[in-house]
Antibody, heavy 119, light 112 residues
């Protein structure tokens, strides 16, 4: 059973860079897309972007200019960087695995990291 | 981007009674492969989202048969035949027909 464990800085000031890492335990890193999804307080889920085991990335157009997702296959980890954060980036951030034998979907999620942006 | 619109945004249901959530997409989720890429997820309080339904009406393994999905094209419905206390949480519809994937605003289910 795959498990995703995430961590990163939880309190940022405006204009700083958000940095989160997600480690994948108990499963293969290959054959999946590894995603970041966020949820502002009291609001719905927003897909940020994804990376596959070859390093190919896709990003939400609304965040593309500020976001980089990278991976470290030697450590089975992938990371999110979001530059120039503002209060609007305050949210619970989740890492998630996108894949499946027959049905591709978000089948495993990290525990979430609440990131607060405040001066 | 495809906009997913859920109604209602909240509902309060007596245990044992049914519940229904609507999800409408701004464009058809029917792919040329014949499949419709509409999913339902449940986020229980304090937890990460968990999968419920895939491709409109198929339950993932382990999901109670009290949950059922229906619809086509742009209009979809999640129904709970008899609500139980463990069903409390926020329900999201989501599409995966194209990037970016987008979710509905969520429907919060409470028990009366």
């Amino acid at each position: 059973q795959v498990q995703l464990q995430q961590w990163g800085a939880r309190l940022l000031k405006p204009s700083e860079t958000l940095s989160l890492t997600c480690a994948v335990y108990g499963g293969s890193f290959s054959g999946y897309y590894w995603s970041w999804i966020r949820q502002p307080p009291g609001k719905g889920l927003e897909w940020i972007g994804e990376i596959n085991d070859s390093g190919s990335t896709n990003y939400s157009p609304s965040l593309k200019s500020r976001v980089t997702i990278s991976l470290d296959t030697s450590r089975n980890q992938f990371s999110l960087q979001m530059r120039s954060v503002t209060a609007a980036d305050t949210a619970m951030y989740y890492c998630a695995r996108y894949g499946g034998n027959d049905v591709w979907h978000f089948d495993s999620w990290g525990q979430g990291t609440l990131v607060t942006v405040s001066s | 981007d495809i906009v997913m619109t859920q109604t209602p945004l909240s509902l309060s249901v007596t245990p044992g009674q049914p519940a229904s959530i609507s999800c409408k997409s701004s464009q058809s989720l029917l792919h040329s492969d014949g499949k419709t890429y509409l999913f339902w997820y449940l986020q229980k309080p304090g937890q990460s989202p968990q999968r419920l339904i895939y491709q409109v009406f198929n339950r993932f393994s382990g999901v109670s048969d009290r949950f059922s999905g229906s619809g086509s094209g742009t209009d979809f419905t999640l129904k709970i035949s008899r609500v139980e206390a463990e069903d409390v949480g926020v329900y999201y519809c989501m599409h995966s027909i194209q990037l970016p994937y987008t979710f509905g605003q969520g429907t919060k289910l409470e028990i009366k």
